[in-house]
Protein backbone atom coordinates (compact mmCIF):
# COMPACT_ATOMS: atom_id res chain seq x y z
CA UNK A 1 0.00 0.00 0.00
CA UNK A 2 1.04 3.57 -0.77
CA UNK A 3 1.44 5.89 1.82
CA UNK A 4 -1.01 9.54 0.79
CA UNK A 5 0.26 12.81 0.26
CA UNK A 6 0.43 13.51 4.08
CA UNK A 7 2.58 10.26 4.29
CA UNK A 8 5.12 11.29 1.59
CA UNK A 9 5.06 14.72 3.13
CA UNK A 10 6.50 13.36 6.37
CA UNK A 11 8.78 11.41 4.89
CA UNK A 12 9.84 13.53 2.81
CA UNK A 13 10.89 16.39 6.42
CA UNK A 14 12.63 13.20 8.17
CA UNK A 15 14.48 12.53 4.94
CA UNK A 16 15.31 15.83 4.74
CA UNK A 17 16.41 16.32 8.94
CA UNK A 18 18.39 12.61 7.77
CA UNK A 19 20.24 14.40 5.14
CA UNK A 20 21.16 17.50 7.07
CA UNK A 21 22.40 15.44 9.99
CA UNK A 22 24.57 13.47 7.32
CA UNK A 23 25.95 16.65 5.81
CA UNK A 24 26.11 18.20 9.58
CA UNK A 25 27.99 14.99 10.41
CA UNK A 26 30.92 15.20 7.60
CA UNK A 27 31.31 19.71 8.59
CA UNK A 28 33.87 18.65 11.07
CA UNK A 29 35.76 16.13 9.47
CA UNK A 30 35.67 18.21 6.46
CA UNK A 31 37.15 21.19 8.40
CA UNK A 32 39.78 18.27 9.36
CA UNK A 33 40.37 17.25 6.44
CA UNK A 34 40.71 20.47 4.43
CA UNK A 35 37.64 19.93 2.49
CA UNK A 36 35.08 22.61 1.56
CA UNK A 37 31.10 22.35 2.49
CA UNK A 38 30.22 21.93 -1.16
CA UNK A 39 32.99 18.88 -1.26
CA UNK A 40 31.27 17.71 2.63
CA UNK A 41 28.06 17.75 1.48
CA UNK A 42 29.12 15.35 -1.78
CA UNK A 43 31.01 12.97 0.28
CA UNK A 44 28.23 12.72 2.90
CA UNK A 45 26.13 12.56 0.38
CA UNK A 46 27.76 9.56 -1.74
CA UNK A 47 28.06 7.35 1.84
CA UNK A 48 24.51 8.01 3.48
CA UNK A 49 22.22 7.96 0.37
CA UNK A 50 21.11 4.50 0.00
CA UNK A 51 20.98 4.27 4.21
CA UNK A 52 18.63 7.01 4.38
CA UNK A 53 16.48 6.21 1.69
CA UNK A 54 16.54 2.30 3.06
CA UNK A 55 15.92 2.97 6.64
CA UNK A 56 13.21 5.54 5.72
CA UNK A 57 11.41 3.42 3.20
CA UNK A 58 11.65 5.22 -0.05
CA UNK A 59 13.50 4.75 -3.37
CA UNK A 60 17.06 6.92 -3.82
CA UNK A 61 15.45 9.01 -6.57
CA UNK A 62 12.80 10.13 -4.04
CA UNK A 63 15.95 10.78 -1.79
CA UNK A 64 17.75 12.87 -4.80
CA UNK A 65 14.59 14.81 -4.79
CA UNK A 66 14.42 16.31 -1.60
CA UNK A 67 18.07 16.47 -1.09
CA UNK A 68 17.85 18.82 -4.50
CA UNK A 69 15.15 21.13 -2.74
CA UNK A 70 17.50 21.31 0.67
CA UNK A 71 19.63 23.74 -1.65
CA UNK A 72 18.44 27.18 -3.65
CA UNK A 73 21.83 27.00 -5.29
CA UNK A 74 21.13 26.73 -8.93
CA UNK A 75 24.66 24.88 -9.19
CA UNK A 76 22.50 22.01 -7.28
CA UNK A 77 20.61 20.12 -9.19
CA UNK A 78 19.64 15.96 -9.91
CA UNK A 79 18.75 14.26 -12.73
CA UNK A 80 17.62 10.54 -13.60
CA UNK A 81 18.34 9.89 -10.06
CA UNK A 82 21.67 11.10 -9.75
CA UNK A 83 22.94 14.44 -7.92
CA UNK A 84 25.05 16.72 -9.61
CA UNK A 85 27.21 18.64 -7.02
CA UNK A 86 29.55 21.73 -8.05
CA UNK A 87 29.76 23.25 -10.95
CA UNK A 88 29.03 21.72 -14.45
CA UNK A 89 31.75 20.27 -16.61
CA UNK A 90 32.58 23.67 -19.09
CA UNK A 91 33.39 20.67 -21.74
CA UNK A 92 30.00 19.82 -22.80
CA UNK A 93 29.65 16.06 -24.59
CA UNK A 94 29.58 18.21 -27.68
CA UNK A 95 32.03 20.10 -27.70
CA UNK A 96 34.71 17.65 -25.90
CA UNK A 97 36.11 16.08 -29.00
CA UNK A 98 36.32 19.87 -30.49
CA UNK A 99 38.66 21.39 -27.34
CA UNK A 100 41.11 18.42 -27.44
CA UNK A 101 41.37 18.66 -31.35
CA UNK A 102 41.87 22.18 -30.58
CA UNK A 103 44.64 21.66 -27.75
CA UNK A 104 42.48 23.13 -25.01
CA UNK A 105 42.16 20.13 -22.98
CA UNK A 106 45.01 18.17 -21.80
CA UNK A 107 43.65 14.89 -20.95
CA UNK A 108 40.83 12.55 -23.16
CA UNK A 109 39.71 8.54 -23.09
CA UNK A 110 39.44 6.89 -26.09
CA UNK A 111 38.15 3.42 -27.33
CA UNK A 112 40.43 0.04 -27.17
CA UNK A 113 44.06 0.35 -28.76
CA UNK A 114 43.05 -2.88 -30.89
CA UNK A 115 45.89 -2.59 -34.33
CA UNK A 116 48.42 -5.06 -35.07
CA UNK A 117 49.68 -7.73 -36.10
CA UNK A 118 52.43 -5.07 -37.57
CA UNK A 119 50.67 -1.49 -36.62
CA UNK A 120 51.04 0.14 -40.15
CA UNK A 121 47.50 -1.05 -41.62
CA UNK A 122 46.14 1.22 -38.84
CA UNK A 123 48.89 3.13 -37.43
CA UNK A 124 47.13 5.75 -36.07
CA UNK A 125 47.63 4.66 -32.55
CA UNK A 126 51.24 4.49 -33.04
CA UNK A 127 51.44 7.31 -35.33
CA UNK A 128 49.88 10.95 -33.93
CA UNK A 129 48.64 11.25 -37.75
CA UNK A 130 45.30 12.64 -36.64
CA UNK A 131 43.85 14.63 -33.83
CA UNK A 132 41.35 11.54 -31.90
CA UNK A 133 43.99 10.08 -30.07
CA UNK A 134 47.28 11.86 -28.86
CA UNK A 135 49.32 14.82 -29.57
CA UNK A 136 46.08 16.37 -31.40
CA UNK A 137 48.00 19.68 -32.54
CA UNK A 138 50.59 17.71 -34.40
CA UNK A 139 48.28 15.25 -35.92
CA UNK A 140 46.41 17.65 -37.18
CA UNK A 141 49.46 19.16 -39.08
CA UNK A 142 50.37 16.16 -40.10
CA UNK A 143 46.95 15.03 -41.63
CA UNK A 144 47.28 18.28 -43.39
CA UNK A 145 50.70 17.92 -45.27
CA UNK A 146 50.49 17.51 -49.13
CA UNK A 147 47.32 19.22 -48.98
CA UNK A 148 45.89 22.82 -50.27
CA UNK A 149 45.05 23.56 -47.05
CA UNK A 150 48.45 23.07 -45.48
CA UNK A 151 49.86 26.85 -45.80
CA UNK A 152 46.85 28.44 -45.25
CA UNK A 153 44.97 29.52 -41.47
CA UNK A 154 48.41 29.46 -40.25
CA UNK A 155 49.19 31.56 -37.20
CA UNK A 156 53.17 31.33 -36.65
CA UNK A 157 52.91 32.91 -33.41
CA UNK A 158 49.93 31.31 -31.80
CA UNK A 159 49.42 28.30 -33.10
CA UNK A 160 46.46 27.48 -31.25
CA UNK A 161 45.17 30.28 -33.13
CA UNK A 162 45.88 28.64 -36.64
CA UNK A 163 42.69 27.64 -38.61
CA UNK A 164 42.30 24.30 -37.50
CA UNK A 165 44.64 24.77 -34.86
CA UNK A 166 47.99 23.20 -35.01
CA UNK A 167 51.44 22.95 -35.01
CA UNK A 168 54.67 21.18 -36.58
CA UNK A 169 56.81 18.97 -34.10
CA UNK A 170 59.81 19.88 -31.70
CA UNK A 171 62.57 19.53 -33.92
CA UNK A 172 64.60 16.41 -33.19
CA UNK A 173 61.48 15.06 -30.63
CA UNK A 174 59.77 11.79 -30.64
CA UNK A 175 56.59 13.05 -32.69
CA UNK A 176 59.28 14.17 -35.15
CA UNK A 177 61.38 10.50 -35.07
CA UNK A 178 58.37 8.57 -35.17
CA UNK A 179 56.84 10.44 -38.12
CA UNK A 180 60.29 9.95 -39.99
CA UNK A 181 60.53 6.47 -39.63
CA UNK A 182 56.61 6.00 -40.03
CA UNK A 183 57.44 8.00 -43.56
CA UNK A 184 59.83 5.59 -44.90
CA UNK A 185 57.96 2.38 -43.55
CA UNK A 186 55.69 3.69 -46.96
CA UNK A 187 58.41 3.26 -49.61
CA UNK A 188 59.99 0.42 -48.34
CA UNK A 189 59.49 -2.69 -49.71
CA UNK A 190 61.32 -5.35 -47.09
CA UNK A 191 58.66 -6.97 -44.83
CA UNK A 192 61.27 -7.27 -42.18
CA UNK A 193 62.91 -4.10 -42.28
CA UNK A 194 59.60 -2.32 -42.30
CA UNK A 195 58.80 -4.63 -38.85
CA UNK A 196 62.31 -3.24 -37.62
CA UNK A 197 60.73 -0.30 -38.45
CA UNK A 198 57.61 -0.35 -36.40
CA UNK A 199 59.73 -1.95 -33.21
CA UNK A 200 61.97 1.72 -33.65
CA UNK A 201 58.87 3.56 -33.25
CA UNK A 202 57.57 1.76 -30.42
CA UNK A 203 60.92 1.58 -28.80
CA UNK A 204 60.39 5.56 -28.82
CA UNK A 205 57.26 5.47 -27.11
CA UNK A 206 59.19 3.68 -24.37
CA UNK A 207 62.04 5.61 -24.26
CA UNK A 208 60.39 9.07 -24.37
CA UNK A 209 56.60 8.17 -23.49
CA UNK A 210 54.16 7.48 -22.24
CA UNK A 211 52.19 9.20 -25.03
CA UNK A 212 49.15 7.36 -23.77
CA UNK A 213 48.35 4.96 -20.56
CA UNK A 214 45.45 1.69 -20.74
CA UNK A 215 43.56 1.06 -18.28
CA UNK A 216 42.06 -2.55 -19.49
CA UNK A 217 43.76 -5.50 -21.11
CA UNK A 218 42.36 -8.46 -22.48
CA UNK A 219 38.90 -8.16 -21.03
CA UNK A 220 35.72 -10.87 -21.85
CA UNK A 221 33.99 -10.32 -24.98
CA UNK A 222 30.54 -11.44 -25.94
CA UNK A 223 30.31 -13.00 -29.31
CA UNK A 224 26.72 -15.00 -30.13
CA UNK A 225 26.07 -17.44 -32.43
CA UNK A 226 23.08 -19.19 -33.30
CA UNK A 227 22.84 -22.98 -31.95
CA UNK A 228 22.03 -23.79 -35.91
CA UNK A 229 25.11 -22.43 -36.99
CA UNK A 230 28.34 -24.98 -36.10
CA UNK A 231 32.22 -24.70 -36.29
CA UNK A 232 32.03 -21.15 -34.54
CA UNK A 233 35.28 -21.30 -32.20
CA UNK A 234 34.89 -21.78 -28.41
CA UNK A 235 36.78 -19.52 -26.19
CA UNK A 236 38.65 -22.61 -25.32
CA UNK A 237 39.30 -23.58 -29.26
CA UNK A 238 41.14 -20.12 -29.02
CA UNK A 239 43.12 -20.79 -25.81
CA UNK A 240 46.63 -22.22 -24.93
CA UNK A 241 45.31 -25.77 -26.10
CA UNK A 242 46.06 -24.58 -29.55
CA UNK A 243 48.70 -21.67 -29.05
CA UNK A 244 46.34 -19.17 -28.65
CA UNK A 245 45.39 -16.63 -25.93
CA UNK A 246 41.89 -16.33 -26.67
CA UNK A 247 41.66 -14.11 -29.08
CA UNK A 248 42.04 -10.23 -29.54
CA UNK A 249 40.16 -7.95 -28.13
CA UNK A 250 37.96 -5.48 -30.38
CA UNK A 251 40.33 -5.34 -33.57
CA UNK A 252 39.73 -3.45 -36.16
CA UNK A 253 42.45 -4.73 -38.63
CA UNK A 254 41.49 -8.52 -37.72
CA UNK A 255 37.91 -9.23 -37.01
CA UNK A 256 36.64 -11.96 -34.93
CA UNK A 257 36.12 -14.62 -35.12
CA UNK A 258 35.69 -13.87 -38.55
CA UNK A 259 39.38 -15.07 -39.58
CA UNK A 260 39.09 -18.03 -37.88
CA UNK A 261 38.21 -20.62 -40.73
CA UNK A 262 34.54 -19.62 -41.46
CA UNK A 263 34.97 -21.85 -44.56
CA UNK A 264 34.44 -24.92 -42.22
CA UNK A 265 31.18 -22.74 -40.62
CA UNK A 266 28.36 -24.65 -41.86
CA UNK A 267 24.47 -24.45 -40.67
CA UNK A 268 22.42 -27.70 -39.48
CA UNK A 269 19.26 -26.59 -41.08
CA UNK A 270 20.71 -25.07 -44.11
CA UNK A 271 16.80 -24.20 -45.69
CA UNK A 272 16.02 -22.12 -43.21
CA UNK A 273 19.16 -19.69 -43.96
CA UNK A 274 18.17 -19.02 -47.59
CA UNK A 275 18.22 -15.70 -47.59
Avoid: C
Amino acid sequence: MKPGRAGWARRGRLAAVAIAFAIAGSAANARAAGLTMEQAVSVALQRNRDVIAAKLEIDAATLDVVAARLYPNPTFGYELGNLVLGKPNPNTPTSYSDNWAAGKILMTTAWEVGDGPNHLVYPQWLVPMENSRWAPLEGTYYSLIGTPSANTGVNADDPYKSTPPRMAPEKGGPVEKIWNIYNQTKTEPDQMKRTQMVWDMIKIHVSDGPFFSGTTANYPQLVLAKNDLKNVPTYDDLGPKNNYQHGFVNPWVIPSPAVYDPETYYWTNPDQHNT
